[in-house]
Every structure is written in C-alpha cells, then in structure tokens.
C-alpha cells in the first residue's frame, strides 16, 4: 500500500521539535512537552504513540511498515512517506526537518537494534542538529563543542564519545577531563560527579567531533532552555 506525501519538502519548526518513535514513550512526559509548546512530529509507528497520549502528531514521516493503519490518517495530518531503506525512520525524521532543539522520544527501549541505529543517527546529524535523546531514567544531548550545566552536587555526569575526542580541559567534575581523550571502544567518562557550580567540558577546538553527555531526565526542560539559549 503506497500513501502519495502531503509533503516533501523540509518542515522547518522555530519552536522545539519532538520526534516520537516506536520505543520507550512516557506519555505524561510528552503531553508535558506539547503543553510548554513543543511540536510533535512521529517517525513511523510513533504516531500511534502520540495517540496514546491523546495527542496528534503534526507530520508523520517515514516508509509506513510499522504504522497500524496508514489509511486512517490521509486528510487529518501531513504524511511525508519516503520509501528508501538506507536509513531509519528516525533519521528520515530528521533529515526532513528543522528546529532549534529536538528531543527525540521512543527511540531506545524495546528494542536493542533500534537503541544503536538512533545513537548512529545522532552521531551523524550531532554537528547540525541539537538533539536530546530521553529514556526511562536519562537524558543524553549530543554535542560537539564546549557545554556548561549545572545539576546537584554529587550528581551523575555522563560523557560517552561518539568518536575519538580530545578534551582540553573541564570544571566542576569530581574526575576532571583536563588532556583526557575519550574513544568509543578505548575509554569513556561513564559515571563522573558533579561537585560545586557549574560543570563545563570543553573539546579540542576545530575538531567537533560528537559525544554525549547523559544526566537524569529531570533535568530535561532546564536543559532544553540552555541549548535554545546557546
């Protein structure tokens, strides 16, 4: 069954951006999304997953092979149905949009493949794109250049390299990142502390290359507003 796309062109948001897949959705976290002003957008399957929150997804994007009933939807949403295989629904999300920050939904969880095609996704859009991948318990925003966040003291800070990346210095960590280079594989700086005031982590400049940096989700709104400030 083929559904013609409402639209192919880039779908361009100035308000922040939520892709929801078919993973791991809490659902009062994404109506708490849609209330702040965000804009829903699913990849595939996740537009059953907006439903279930009583929600409607603004575009569906993706090939349809896991949407329930693509039918049901012509006439009440824009479609954007892209038939190729090379890439997953989740990034086809991604390449056809645009927004200041995106948090992406429902993209780990459920399915361990689906887990490691989304981190794929985001290493490869990380220098375009500010993307927030959110789970049951964390949040990881992929970044390339210097970041500055402040959580509790003692609280967990996370930085897994997406590829090799060289940090020059940091503050506010309990295991400073000052020379350190991380590399998938080699080391990561899983389970850091926070200790007084702001933490900041700052890469090898010129060099962007892409890595995570995960805190509990509870941090998310604050989080959104630092990457929409700059």
């Known amino acids: ?122 290493t490869r859009y990380a220098h375009k794109r500010k993307i927030i991948l959110v789970d049951e318990y964390d949040i990881a925003v992929a970044l390339t250049e210097a970041f500055s966040f402040k959580v509790a003291f003692g609280e967990r800070v996370s930085i897994h390299p997406l590829a090799p990346v060289t940090f020059w210095r940091s503050e506010g960590l309990k295991y400073p990142l000052d020379a350190v280079t991380l590399a998938p594989g080699v080391r990561t700086g899983t389970s850091n502390e926070a200790t007084e005031g702001p933490f900041i982590v700052v890469p090898e400049e010129g060099i962007h290359a892409p890595y995570l940096l995960i805190i509990e989700r509870g941090h998310l709104m604050a989080l959104i507003e630092a990457l929409k400030a700059g």
């Open 1 to 122: 069954m083929q559904v013609q796309p409402l639209e192919t062109s880039i779908a361009t948001f100035e308000d922040v951006l939520v892709i929801v897949g078919g993973g791991a959705v809490d659902a009062e976290l994404l109506r708490e999304l849609y209330a702040s002003g965000a804009r829903l957008v699913a990849a595939d399957g996740g537009a059953d997953q907006i439903v279930a929150a009583g929600l409607k997804p603004e575009i569906i994007i993706g090939d349809f092979d896991s949407l329930l009933d693509p039918l049901k939807w012509l006439g009440k949403t824009r479609l954007m149905q892209i038939s190729e295989q090379e890439t997953t629904d989740f990034e086809k999300a991604l390449y056809s949009t645009r927004a200041p920050v995106t948090v992406a939904l429902g993209m780990t969880g459920k399915r361990f493949d689906h887990t490691l095609a989304a981190l794929d996704a985001v």
